[in-house]
Structure formats: structure tokens, C-alpha cells
């Protein structure tokens, strides 16, 4: 990707984050599946911005075709793909005229999507999964890249699930927690300038290629590999199965992530952001994917407080030792061999700290590396310590 473009789309980015508050990982997501011609699904309570965020984003794709439209029980497919053509119908053929509406559009968003008649959604499924629509005799190869969909909550009946299935990227997007986000809503309500995506903010759609071609070239290593299978194996251990094709999808969104990410390299850290938005069965099972990836995925946090935690639990030791006294020559032996096996202890750890801020098995930061380097000083002042105490008994 030319830096050009990744700087449009940079700050599109920005600007959409300014203008939907704490809704990072939904935009992220939404941009990874239009990026990697996925599906998604957004629940949410009303009000809470959903068909606002995506014409937002598909506007910020300049010249897309966007089709927007809510669905209810008495939705005619007529609605979603057009009206019947009367000229072919008088030559006994059936074909629709689908200029504007669904079949033709880039972008679609269908609100409500689980009130729509089983007819409706069985029609919308080769459109998911193909992308292609039957208008008449004519197989017709549509330039849909990305449907989104939304509804008030998690569907409970069987078939409705298997139906969500056909949708990757499923975020539930929540009303505004922080006290300073609705603290600005109100400000906005009230009169003050809310951010607007500016005319030219955002991308053209025909450079959409290149995003994905950034997206192909994502580098992905083994660290990588060995994270995601492990997470895939104890998810399945925990009773939740993930097919082999969703397996794929989620590996192609999540390159389409990290060029959103702005990163050329795939981060075993992203599956911290994404796969509870994605191969949940059940709202259940959000809470035990996230476990999942906490014991297979340490963060640079989790990585940091770790060390901290056993440098401090060594140190207190070595504090505790040093602090008795000694008057025998048979303890005077028996501390020493208790002060070198304290050494070689903070040495391990000041080793797996350093290894790990050298390699990518961990993503770092500015920040979080300027704090792990702080905590891999004080180890090595801690390792040092140590070494003294025990020269002091071998002169």
C-alpha cells in the first residue's frame, strides 16, 4: 500500500472513530470486512448508531453503491431485489430490474434483519455465501464485497443461528460507557459542533484493490500459527467448535485487520481484539473465549505484571535471607547455595524478559516497551544485587 493511501485511510479512520464514540473495534471490524469481502453482523439495542456507522463508512468509500433497507414481516423480495421487469415478463421471461437495489449495490445494510419473512432470508443466502444472483435464466456475478446486518439482540431459535453463521465479523455494540463520551453526546445534543466526516475524508472506492492486495501481502510467522492453533484447540476442548471454513475466513479478516491496524505483519495480540466478535456460538461463550486467549495470548500488560510479579517474589526472598544471621559454617553453605539459586532464578526471568522484548512473540507499544524496558532494568539491578551478597561470602 503507497503511503498516500494508507494515510487517506488513516484518517478516515480517525475521523470516524471522532464521530461514533467507543466504537473502535465495531469500525475496525467493519472496515477488515469490507477490506476482505466478508460479512458482518452488528447487535445492538436501537439508538445505539448502528445504520449511521455503516452509511458512514461506505460513504467514506467515495463512488461505492450503497443499499440500505429495514426489514419487517411483510417485506416483499421486490423490496430487496427489485421490481419484476413488465417488457421481459411479456416475452414470458422473469427477470427483475435490479438498477438501485440490492444485487447492485458494493455495500449493503439490512436493518432488522431477523424480522424479515424465512422466504427473505432463504433468498438472501446464495447473495451471503456467493455472491451471485439468480435474475431469471441469467446467473448474474454481483460486486457486493461486504453485507451488514443488524437486529436488537442475539437470535434463540436454532435456525436463526445457523442463518448468523453466514455473518464473520458479530460485535455487540453497547450504549456509551465512559463517563466523558456521554458527557460530549450531551454537549452535542445541545448544540455543540458534533465531528462530521469531512466531504473528502476517506477513500475512493476503486482503491479498495490495493487495500486488499495490502491485505494478501500481510506477513504471517510462526509465533502466529502456534497462537491461533493453540486457541482453536482449547476452544475446542471448552465445547465450542469452530469449522474449518470459518477457520480460513477469520485467518483472511484478520490481515484485512492488521492493515486497518496500520501493521504488515500479523500479530498473534489482534485475536485478543477480534475473536470473541466472531466464533461465538452463544452470548455464553463470549466470556470463555476471551479466557481462552488470555492463557494463550499474553498481552505486553499481562507480560510485564508477570515479570514484576516473580522479580518481587524473588526479591522479597533474597530481603528475607539476607536479614538472618548466620553463625555456624554449615548455614554460612547453606545461604550461599540459597543465594545462588535466587540468582539463577531472577537470571531466567531477566533472560525471558529480554527475549521477549527482541522478538514478536509479544506486541509492543511505545509505551508498553518503554515500560517493560524500565521493568527489565530493574531485574538486572535486582540480578546484581544478588551477585553482590553472594561475592561478599566467597572472598
Not at 15 to 37: P, W, Y
Not at 304 to 311: D, E, I, L, T
Request: charge should be negative; glycine fraction near 4%.
Amino acid at each position: 500500500m503507497d503511503d498516500n493511501l494508507f494515510q487517506q485511510f488513516q484518517i478516515f479512520r480517525t475521523q470516524l472513530n471522532k464521530a461514533f464514540l467507543e466504537r473502535t473495534d465495531v469500525i475496525d471490524g467493519v472496515l477488515a470486512s469490507i477490506i476482505t469481502g466478508q460479512n458482518c453482523f452488528l447487535f445492538g439495542a436501537p439508538g445505539t448508531g448502528k445504520s449511521e456507522l455503516v452509511r458512514a463508512i461506505s460513504k467514506g468509500f467515495f463512488n461505492s453503491k450503497f443499499f440500505s433497507y429495514l426489514l419487517s414481516p411483510t417485506t416483499d423480495p421486490s423490496e430487496l431485489y427489485g421490481p419484476v421487469a413488465v417488457s421481459k415478463l411479456l416475452e414470458d421471461e422473469y427477470t427483475r430490474d435490479i438498477t438501485g437495489y440490492l444485487p447492485d449495490c458494493n455495500i449493503a445494510f439490512l436493518d432488522e434483519l431477523f424480522r424479515g419473512s424465512s422466504a427473505v432470508l432463504n433468498s438472501l443466502l446464495q447473495l451471503l455465501n456467493e455472491r451471485t444472483f439468480n435474475n431469471g435464466k441469467e446467473l448474474i456475478e454481483t460486486d457486493i464485497v461486504s453485507v451488514v446486518a443488524a437486529t436488537n439482540s442475539f437470535p434463540t431459535e436454532e435456525s436463526l443461528q445457523a442463518f448468523c453463521d453466514r455473518f464473520l465479523f458479530r460485535p455487540t455494540v453497547e450504549g456509551l460507557k465512559k463517563p466523558t463520551s456521554r458527557r460530549l453526546l450531551y454537549e452535542w445534543a445541545l448544540g455543540e459542533s458534533r465531528p462530521t466526516l469531512e466531504p473528502h475524508t476517506g477513500i475512493p472506492y476503486a482503491s479498495l484493490v490495493k487495500l486488499r492486495e495490502a491485505a494478501n501481502a500481510v506477513k504471517v510467522h510462526e509465533e502466529f500459527i502456534n497462537a491461533f492453533t493453540e486457541c482453536m484447540e482449547m476452544l475446542e476442548s471448552r465445547g465450542i467448535q469452530v469449522s474449518d471454513r470459518r477457520r480460513v475466513q477469520i485467518l483472511k479478516f484478520l490481515r484485512g485487520w492488521a492493515v486497518v491496524q496500520g501493521e504488515d505483519n500479523l500479530h498473534a495480540d489482534f485475536l485478543h481484539e477480534t475473536l470473541h466478535h466472531i466464533v461465538y456460538q452463544t452470548p455464553e461463550d463470549v466470556s470463555v473465549i476471551k479466557e481462552v486467549v488470555d492463557q494463550c495470548v499474553p498481552t505486553a500488560d499481562k507480560f510485564v505484571k508477570s515479570a514484576q510479579r516473580a522479580s518481587t517474589h524473588i526479591m522479597n526472598e533474597f530481603n528475607a535471607l539476607r536479614s538472618k544471621q548466620i553463625n555456624q559454617l554449615a548455614e554460612v553453605n547453606f545461604h550461599v547455595n540459597k543465594l545462588k539459586k535466587l540468582h539463577s532464578d531472577m537470571k531466567k526471568v531477566a533472560e525471558k524478559t529480554e527475549q521477549t522484548l527482541d522478538n514478536d512473540s509479544v506486541r509492543f507499544t511505545a509505551s508498553a516497551r518503554m515500560k517493560a524496558t524500565k521493568v527489565c532494568q530493574q531485574i538486572n539491578h535486582n540480578l546484581d544485587a544478588i551477585a553482590e551478597s553472594i561475592s561478599r561470602y566467597q572472598k
